[in-house]
C-alpha cells in the first residue's frame, strides 16, 4: 500500500492512465475484460453480479439474512424484476494518489469504517479557550493558576472527560474500554506557557507545523490557551454533534470545580459552564437554521473554511498545492456528498457515486495539476508568489481549465464511461479548473468564478451539465460570487452547505472546499481561515488519518482501517 | 402563436445544427405508425382511450377569465388529458439530439410542455396527445438517431457509455437492438415487453451522426474550434459576474 504525490501534471496524467487501464484493461473478478482504454466501442458481456466476488458475498448474506429472519433481504435478482447490476462490466476504483484498488461497494461510507470514522472524529470535536476560565478563577475566586496547576487540571480532565466521576460520590462511569478515543489536548501561541505545560497534553505547533506556518498560526492564536477536545465517538453517535460541546463543558465545569477546589455550587461556577458552553466555545460546525432541524457541529454548518482547516495535509505537502487540494476534496466530497446530502438530507444511496468520482482514478488529479501548471507558466506564479485576479485571468484559466477536461472526456471513453453522469463530471472539471485559479491567484472566489465559468462551458460543449439542480446552482452562481452583500455573496471560507443555494446539490460542497484549498495553498498559508482548527487536528492521535485522507478511505475499503472507535464489541457477546 | 426560429452562436456544422433544432428545421427521415408510437411510450394499450384527469375544458364551466380568452388550450388540454412523459437518451458519440437542445427544441416549438434537462436523459411532461405529438416528431425526424437515442423512462444509463461492437448505444435492460439494418424495439420506455417489434429505421451511419449531432467533441468538430461559441458564452459568464458585483 502506498501513496504518491505526483507533483506534476506529466506524473498525474501517467497515473490517470494506470487507473484507467486498471479499471477497464485488467480484469476484476471475473469480468474478462481488457479493454483499449481509448476505444469507443466495447463488448458488453452482461456477466450480471456472478462477475463480482463482493457482489457474491454479499448476495450470500442477504440469503442468510432471510434465512435467518424469515423475511426478504438483499437479493440482487430483484433488481429490475430479474436483470441484475453488472450489465456492464462491474470494474474497480483506484483511490487517488495511491495504489489502492477497491469494489465501489466499498466506498460506501456504511461499508467503509475509515469514512465513518472521519465524520466522528470532526463530529465529536471542539475547541474551548481557556483563558476566560483562568481569569474567572484568578480574579473572581483569588485562585492562583500555574503551569503546574494546568496540568494538573489537564489530567483530571483526561480521566473526566470519556464520563468518569470527578467530585461525586457513586457516580455510574462509562468503561474506559468504550471510550478510550475520548482526550483532551492543549495548546497556545504562548511559547513561555508551552514549555512548562507536560508534553503529553500538548499540541506542539512549532512540531507540527513547517516555521512559517508555525509562526502564522501561532501569531493567529495570539497568547491565547485552547483546550482540543474529542469527547467519545460512541457518545456523539449514540446522540447528536449537540451533544459534543454539553458533554465537553459538563466535564470541564467538573473539572475545574475539581482540579481548583472550588464549591461545587457556587455562582462562580455558572462563569465556567457558560465560557465552556458559549464564550471561549469554537464548535466545528455552526448551528443550522430552525428548518433544517440541526443542532451544532453537524455537517450542515460546517463552512467550507473549517474543512479545508481539518484536513491536515498542508502540514506535510507545503509544496504540492495540488496534493493538499485533493486530499481535502476527498474528506469534503465524501462528508458533504455521502454523509449529508446523501444521508441527512435526501436518504439516497446514490450519492456515494458522485463522491467516489472527485476521490477515485486520479481525474480530478490529472486535470488539477494540468491546470495549476497552466496557471503557473502562464502568469509566472508559484506558491506564495501569486496573480491579483481579473476577469481576464479567471476568463483564460475558466477556459483553459473547462476544455482541458471536456477533452480528457472525449479522448478517453473509458473515463467518460467511469463519471457517467454528467453531474459527475461537472464537479470534476469545475473542481480541478476552480481550485487552480485559486492556487494562481490566491483568491478563493476568483476561483469560484473560474468554477461557474467551466460550468457554462461544459454545458454549451456537451448540451447537457448535471441534473436539474445544476441548472439552478450553477447558472446563477456567478452573480453570487463577487457580491457581499450579506444575504448575497460571501466569502468562499465562510459559505458552507447551507449557503443558499448551496444547499441542495450533490457535487458542489466538496468541490467548493477544493477551491478555498486552493486559495490558502496558493498563498503558502498555514491555514484556510482559522488557525485553531488547523492547530486542533494536528494530533496524530486523531483516529482518522487527515493528512493522507484518501489512503485511509482505501484502508476502510480494504477493511483494513484499524483505528475504529465507538465500537461495542466490549460490551457484546462474541461473535 | 408562430414563434420565430431561435439562433445561436457558432460557425460550425455543430452550431448550424442547434440553430435547425431550435428552429424545428428538421426532416422526416421514417415513418412511426401511431400505434407503434403509443406502444413504445407504454402509457395507454394501442388503440385505446386517451384516460382523463377531468372533464372537457368545454363541460367544465371555467369562469369568464382573460387569460383563458387569450389562451386557445392545446388539444390534449382540451380533452383532460392526464399529463405524460417521452424521454430520451442521447449518446455522447454524435447522437443528433444533446438533452438541452431538446428542451429547446420542445420549449420554443410546443405549448403546454413541460420540458427537464439532466447529462443523461432529457424528458417532456405534456398532455397525453399532445405529447405523442412531440415524441413522434422526435422519433420521426434527423433529430434522432435509433441506434445512438432511445426512448427511457427508468434505467436511462447509456449516454456516456462506450457503444456496442455493432454501434449502437449501450442500454441495460436491452429495449431496442440492431436486426439486419435497423432498430427494433420490443420492450416499452421503462422495459415493459411489447407484443410486437417496433421498426425504429437504420440507424446513421458514424459519417452520418457527425455532420448531424449537435454534440462538440474532438475527433468531430471540438468545442475549441468554434471560437465564437465560447466567446458568446464568456460574455454571459462575464455580464452575470460584473452584474452581482454592486458594491454599493
Redesign the interface.
Known sequence: MAHYNFDSEANAKKHFITAMETKFGKEWGSNQQADDIQ??????LRLGTAQNPRKMEMAKVGAEITKKRGLQAYDPLLH?AG?PLG??QLTPYTLGGTDIVVDGDDLHYVNNAAMQQEWDDIRRTCVVGMDLAHETLEKRLGKEVTPESINYYLEVLNHAMPGAAIVQEMMVETHPAMVDDCYVKIFTGDDALKDELDPQFVIDIEKMFRPDHAAQIKAGIGKGTFQAVHIPTVVSRTADGGQTSRWMAMQVGMSFISSYHMCAGEAAVADLAFTAKHAGLVEMSEMLPARRARGPNEPGGLSFGHMCDIVQTSRKFRDDPCKIALETCGAAMMLYDQIWLGGYMSGGVGFTQYATSAYTNNTVDDNLYADTEYGWDTYGTGIGDCKEPS?DII?DM??WGA?YG??LY??Y??A??D?????Q??TVISTATGAATAITTGNSNAGL?AW??SM??H??????????GY?LQDQ?G????????SD??LLAEMRGPNYPNYAMNVGHQGGYTTVCTGGYTGRGDGFAINPLVKTCFADDLMNFDFVEVRECFGKGALREFDRCAGERAFVIPAK | MAYKPQYYPGNTIIAEN?RNHMSNNVQKVREISDEDLTACLGHRAPGSDYPSTHPPLAEMGEPDCPVRQMVTPTPGTAAGDRIRYVQWADS??NAPA????RSYHAAINYRGVDP?????RQVVEARERDMEAIAKEQMETDMTCPGLAGIRGA?V?G???????D?VM?D??DRRRLEGDVIIQDKDQV?VPLDRKVNLGKPMTPEEAAKKT??????NV???DDPE??EW??K???L????????K
Not at chain 1, 454545458?459 to 436539474?468: T, V
Not at chain 1, 456567478?478 to 452583500?485: E, L, R
Request: aromatic residues 16%; positive net charge; charged residues 20%.
Open positions: 476505444a469507443t466501442t466495447t463488448k458488453y429490475l436483470i450489465q456492464r476577469i476568463r475558466g477556459t476544455l471536456l477533452e472525449e479522448n471513453p473509458t467518460l464511461e463519471h457517467f453522469g454528467g453531474s463530471r461537472a468564478s461557474y465559468l457554462y462551458l454545458k454549451e460543449a456537451h448540451g447537457r451539465l448535471g441534473f436539474f441548472d446563477c456567478a452573480t453570487n460570487v463577487f457580491s457581499y452583500q448575497e455573496g | 442547434r455522447m458519440y444533446v438533452p438541452y437542445w427537464g434537462t439532466l447529462s443523461g434505467t444509463h449516454h456516456s457509455c462506450r457503444l456496442q461492437e454501434g449501450f441495460m435492460i422495459g449537435t454534440f462538440y467533441r474532438v475527433g471540438a468545442y475549441r461559441a465560447i458564452c464568456q454571459v459568464w462575464e452575470r459576474t460584473i452584474y452581482g458585483y454592486q458594491p
